[in-house]
């Protein structure tokens, strides 16, 4: 069982920077590949990045070039910084894991709560 919580969202203005952090209850963690998906109002969930348990890493055509994910196994923590911020990536914004990265960035079986990001233009 994998338990994951998320923080660091907020409000900031377009142009600006947030960084979400999930920390996971798990013993091994490492060995867990990792991700973060986003759901606008009145859209569906969408895949945004995801890490390796080898440190492989995948992003959304979206989010290129101004997100980065990154990983600390001693933390049990990962991290989504987000700079650039636009007014479309208003959304709530899920971690995820899985054993596999292609699970991970499909149909993950554990999800965070979530936490809201609101960018104001």
């Known amino acids: 069982q994998v338990t994951l919580v998320e923080s660091g969202g907020g409000l900031v203005q377009s142009g600006g920077s947030l960084r979400l952090s999930c920390e996971a209850s798990v013993r091994t963690f490492s060995t867990y590949a990792m991700g973060w998906f986003r759901q606008a109002p009145g859209k569906e969930r969408e895949f945004v990045a995801a890490?390796?348990?080898?440190?492989?890493?995948y992003y959304a055509d979206s989010v290129k070039g101004r997100f980065t994910i990154s990983r600390d196994n001693a933390k049990n923590t990962v991290y989504l910084q987000m700079n650039s911020l636009k007014p479309e990536d208003t959304a709530v914004y899920y971690c995820?894991?899985?054993?596999?990265?292609?699970?991970?960035?499909?149909?993950?079986?554990?999800w965070g709560q979530g936490t809201q990001v609101t960018v104001s233009s």
């Open positions: 995820a894991a899985d054993r596999a990265i292609v699970v991970v960035t499909s149909t993950p079986g554990y």
């Open positions: 890490i390796s348990w080898s440190g492989g890493i």
